[in-house]
Antibody, heavy 124, light 110 residues
Framework: QLQLQESGPGLVKPSETLSLTCTVS??????????WGWIRQPPGKGLEWVGS???????YYTPSLKSRLTISVDTSKNQFSLKLSSVTAADTAVYYC????????????????WGQGTTVIVSS | EIVLTQSPGPLSLSPGERATLSCRAS???????LAWYQQKPGQAPRLLIY???SRATGIPDRFSGSGSGTDFTLTISRLEPEDSAVYYC???????????FGHGTKLEIK
């Protein structure tokens, strides 16, 4: 059964770069899904899609973060990563990685496997 | 950019009742790309419905989705206390590829 686990620093200083990793276990990142995504949730607020990377290597980012965001895949480590530069307090959130894995939902773009989330606080 | 508006506001119902949650899109969307999630405090979201009306694996048949165009509904019948959660609708747009979430509806069962 495919599982996702986020990791990264819980505290980042303003203006620095936030780096998070999502480790895929129970399957290969190269064949288990056709895209991998990041979603975040500020404290007490709703879900915000951050960006996705497809099996082809194509990346798509939410417009408000596009200039600061990079998502990549490392197949050798079975991981995909998020880097968000020049962070501010507005980037404080729980960050989730997620992916569609069940073949039944292919083509529907729901996400059925999620990590447990990692809390990132931006503060000096 | 599509905006998803969810209603009603916080909802409080009793066990055994039926909940009807609405998600309205700012423009007509592809039915296949409309999903619903349940999120309980301190947990990651869980996919309930995809393609507007198909239940994800393991989701009880008390959960059902319907709708098309701009109006979509999540219905939860025979409410149980464990259904207390925030429910989000989500749309995938293909040009350019991006996801949009509604702001969520909080459902309390007591």
């Amino acid at each position: 059964q495919l599982q996702l686990q986020e990791s990264g620093p819980g505290l980042v200083k303003p203006s620095e770069t936030l780096s998070l990793t999502c480790t895929v276990s129970g399957g290969s990142i190269s064949s288990s899904s056709y895209y991998w995504g990041w979603i975040r949730q500020p404290p007490g607020k709703g879900l915000e899609w951050v960006g996705s990377i497809y099996y082809s290597g194509s990346t798509y980012y939410t417009p408000s973060l596009k200039s600061r965001l990079t998502i990549s895949v490392d197949t050798s480590k079975n991981q995909f990563s998020l880097k968000l530069s020049s962070v501010t307090a507005a980037d404080t959130a729980v960050y989730y990685c997620a992916s569609p894995v069940d073949t039944a939902i292919l083509g529907y773009y729901g996400m059925d496997v999620w990590g447990q989330g990692t809390t990132v606080i931006v503060s000096s | 950019e599509i905006v998803l508006t969810q209603s009603p506001g916080p909802l409080s119902l009793s066990p055994g009742e039926r909940a009807t949650l609405s998600c309205r899109a700012s423009q007509s969307v592809t039915t296949n790309y409309l999903a619903w999630y349940q999120q309980k405090p301190g947990q990651a979201p869980r996919l309930l419905i995809y393609g507007a009306s198909s239940r994800a694996t393991g989701i009880p048949d008390r959960f059902s989705g319907s709708g098309s165009g701009t109006d979509f509904t999540l219905t939860i019948s025979r409410l149980e206390p464990e259904d207390s959660a925030v429910y989000y609708c989500q749309h995938y747009g293909s040009s350019p590829p991006m996801y949009t979430f509604g702001h969520g509806t909080k459902l309390e069962i007591k």
